[in-house]
């Protein structure tokens, strides 16, 4: 039976893939039958994300998406591609009266200009094949909300899914779609463990979910999927809302 959300016979990359939301990706990308690309700049951790990969054809490419030499080197070392998950990302809560230029080059270039560089290197070589899927993992904040001392990534957020609306309008005539999944807090390993929220604050945020929970990992990764396959043909340009409801109350 045809499954239109299978990735069989699809080489994808997916960058920020050591940890967090770009792990799931790849490892639920390689279940659907995908070739993958993995990149992230902790080796190590990029080891344990290839050892979990299902199925056989996957590489790695050590890449810091901070650094436009890096950039270069994985756009010139990648295949050709069906498709691209952005998800290397990276956030510091500062109020607007403490906002400081290395703070926002910084959160700039990682959020913004990292991945709108590396899919302009990747279109200019023809490593984008026609009718291939780019996704960015943007976020709620800067698109349908904002937090206190979010200014800075929220900035860098509103840019990516500009960016994106642009691309998705200049690429459709090659069948290139470009979309952005937008998550509110996704529980990752590190959010459990570095103690950003007690448990009461905790069960005090789920309180504005809802669902009742907040997100785990695959809540987004099974999005990007639908988005890199050939399930979503006719869709491009859109933002991704995944909240469960946070945005409703």
Known sequence: MNNPFSLENKTVLITGASSGIGKSVSIECAK??????????????????????????????????SN???????????????????????????????VNKDDLDNILFTNATGPIFLTQMLLRSKKIKNNASVVFTSSLSGIYCVHYGESMYA?????????????????????????????????????????VLSDEELKEKIKNYPLRRLGVPTDVSYAIIYFLSDASSWVTGNDLKIDGGYTLI
């Open 32 to 65: 659907m039958g995908a070739k993958v690309i993995i990149t992230g700049r902790n080796e190590n951790r990029l080891k344990d994300t290839f050892n979990e990969l299902e199925g056989d054809g996957h590489n790695m490419i050590v890449a810091d998406l």
């Open 68 to 98: 436009m030499n890096d950039i270069k080197e994985l756009a010139n070392e990648c295949s050709k591609l069906d498709g691209i998950s952005h998800n290397a990302g990276i956030a510091k809560i500062v109020p607007v009266k403490f």
């Open 155 to 195: 900035a860098s957020k509103g840019a990516l899914s500009g960016f994106a609306k642009g691309a998705a309008l200049e690429l459709a005539a090659q069948g290139i779609r470009v979309n952005c999944v937008n998550p509110s807090i996704i529980q990752t390993h590190i959010f459990e463990t570095t103690g």
